[in-house]
């Protein structure tokens, strides 16, 4: 019988979701058109799986939706006026703790004259006076009927409802977030991915037992050039028949004695550590080995702040609750009155979820309130810092929203279609996805609550190390932890280029320093190939569409984060062209397969 008569078929088809038939008609009319031989048609049919470029074409429907909201947010590398190399962060790095960063031609953005001391606290170099405080922006605000606050280039926009940037709706972001939903809890597409982590793994575990001892050799850092022996730091200690536990005051023999001042032979061997003038070449000298790296790294620690860490950065989570308009200014105060600025700390804003508490005590009417008061003030202090200067002033140092509440909580459905801000009335709090649709959150892991998890006074410390202990990280894991916790992390352009070096933005070898992460190059170069290859595997077997948003709509006009000023208008501060924002890690992705001229190896290397 043929297919046309079979019932079983027809109701098989039939049974598909409308979005499934459409691709499927897609697919055929892909494969068809301009094809008048049956037998190429077959062979192609044969080479390219029906499921896999379903399957492809939904991933490709994520990266698009990924790729969409990451630009209305604002959340790409660029987008941030902090990424460029003309922002001012103030107070300033100590000059000489960032000079060795500049590299490339490439302009930091610090003191060159500050000879202050080194302060003895936290915040003693930060002075309120000295702050600037920009004039009044000719933009203007007001929040929509969506309850969301609009910018308007002009008083005619903004009486004529013409807004200066593009925020979707409710019904389309609700659109593409069920969207989502659907591919995830598609079974083949689980199916899919179960299989394809599984092939992930061992294939690093087949870089792992190829690369292993290539890696361990690349992260020995070799120091000095000794009877014609390149020789690392722990060779070196190993000669010496020195371990760390070894150094100390006694064992170093660096400090004057009463025979000292009269003999300058005995001073000068002073400068010795351990009486050994290896160790001098090595860490007391400009001109040796490696260019007086670890004099400069000496000299960076004696005139850096006396944290109580120096290599060890924190986001700090203060709370704005949404209870009031004030709450902001009241923050603001405490941290500029406290001079609770240092280069090693920013902040997050923790707003936990309680609209339902503050509606039962009548704190609140509706949803509406709780946005105006967490997000009003920020509009009204862009517009004009004056307003509130202290708020101004604090936001410098402010890198994002973090959302809190019980996720373990199951959340009900109680309408069909969520009603608006203002509209939310009931004292039943808005679920996870309606507070996200106001805050466009980028998803990172952190450390949670020292006082409650840790059990000594370097919480980071003894994450790492129970992480290394559990899941037998070696030290190149280790450094690649650190690495994607300083990208992923909200601190200024200047600053990552310091802490990874000045290219850190792209993708492989190109964007990594050993010298100053400690990744070796081969796993750089893995993460990119591996990347490269998931995503060319998607574009291959995807159906081909038309982007669903205008990308040309978000580009701006800026200066470019690598120093030189974009040519032109309308320019992203990457071209598109160059690199991209890959999904779910911490790498960029050429779209061409080739890195841009400007970027390849011999220029860095200049």
Avoid at 31 to 60: A, H, M, P, R, W
Avoid at 259 to 272: A, E, P, V
Avoid at 281 to 301: P, Q, S, V, W
Avoid at 400 to 429: C, M, Q
């Amino acid at each position: 019988m043929e297919k046309k008569d079979d019932s079983a078929y027809w109701a098989r088809k039939k049974s598909l979701p409308p979005s499934e038939q459409l691709l499927r008609g897609e697919l055929g009319a892909l494969l068809s058109d301009g094809v008048n031989d049956t037998s190429y048609l077959e062979e192609e049919q044969s080479q390219v799986k029906q499921e896999l470029i379903i399957l492809c074409t939904k991933f490709k429907k994520c990266l698009d939706l990924r790729d969409k909201y990451m630009a209305l947010s604002l959340q790409r590398l660029g987008d941030n006026p902090k990424d460029r190399d003309d922002w001012k962060i103030y107070p300033p790095p100590p000059y000489r703790a960032f000079a060795q960063s500049r590299s490339c031609n490439e302009p930091l953005v610090v003191n060159e004259n500050d000879e202050k001391r080194t302060p003895v606290e936290v915040g003693e170099d930060f002075s309120f006076e000295e702050c600037e405080i920009p004039e009044e922006h000719e933009y203007s605000f007001a929040i929509d009927d969506q309850g969301v606050f609009q910018v308007y280039k002009t008083q005619d926009d903004l009486e004529g409802g013409k807004p200066a940037y593009r925020v979707p709706d409710t019904k389309e972001y609700f659109m593409d977030l069920d969207c989502i939903l659907e591919i995830i809890s598609y079974g083949p597409v689980k199916s899919y991915a179960y299989r394809r982590l599984l092939y992930l793994e061992s294939k690093w575990d087949m870089y792992t037992l190829l690369k292993e001892f290539k890696e361990i050799a690349d992260s020995k850092d070799q120091v000095i050039n000794r009877d014609n022996k390149i020789l690392t730091l722990i060779e070196v200690f190993e000669s010496l028949k020195l371990t760390a536990y070894d150094l100390s005051i006694d064992t170093l023999d660096m400090h004057a004695h009463t025979d000292t001042f009269h003999r300058f032979d005995k001073f000068n061997l002073k400068y010795n550590p351990v009486g050994e003038s290896r160790l001098r070449e090595i860490f007391l000298k400009t001109d040796n080995f490696i260019n007086g790296r670890y004099l400069a790294e000496l000299t960076k620690e004696v005139i850096a702040d006396l944290e109580a860490s120096k290599y060890q950065m924190a986001e700090y989570r203060v709370s704005i609750y949404g209870r009031s308009r004030n709450e902001w200014d009241k923050l603001a105060k405490w941290v500029v009155s406290h001079k609770l600025f240092s280069l090693n700390v920013r902040w997050l804003i923790q707003v936990p979820r309680l609209y339902s508490t503050y509606r039962e005590a009548k704190i609140v009417e509706n949803f509406e309130d709780i946005v105006k008061n967490i997000f009003e003030p920020l509009f009204e202090v862009t517009k004009d810092p004056r307003t509130h200067p202290e708020l101004h002033v604090f936001l410098q140092r402010v890198v994002g929203f973090d959302s809190v509440d019980d996720e373990s909580k199951a959340e009900r459905r109680i309408h069909k279609k969520y009603p608006r801000p203002k509209e939310w009335i009931t004292t039943l709090n808005p679920p996870y996805s309606y507070y996200l649709y106001y805050m466009g959150l980028n998803i990172s892991l952190s450390t949670d609550d020292p006082l409650q998890f840790h059990f000594t006074k370097e919480p980071l410390i003894e994450e790492y190390s129970v992480a290394a202990q559990i899941w037998k990280l070696s030290s190149s894991d280790m450094c690649e932890l650190a690495r994607n916790s300083v990208v992923q992390s909200g601190f200024e352009m200047a600053i990552k280029k310091h802490w990874l070096g000045v290219n850190w933005f792209l993708s492989g070898e190109h964007g990594n320093d050993i010298h100053k992460t400690n990744v070796p190059n081969i796993r750089m170069q893995f993460r990119r190939e591996t990347l490269e290859e998931e995503i060319k595997t998607i574009e291959d077997y995807s159906v081909k569409s038309a982007p669903s948003f205008d990308r040309s709509y978000f580009q701006l006009e800026a200066t470019s984060p690598l120093g030189s000023p974009t040519q032109g208008k309308n320019k992203l501060f990457f071209s598109e062209t160059d690199v991209d924002v890959i999904p779910g890690v911490a790498m960029f992705y050429e779209r061409a397969h080739k890195l841009p001229k400007k970027y390849r190896k011999s220029n860095v290397d200049e």
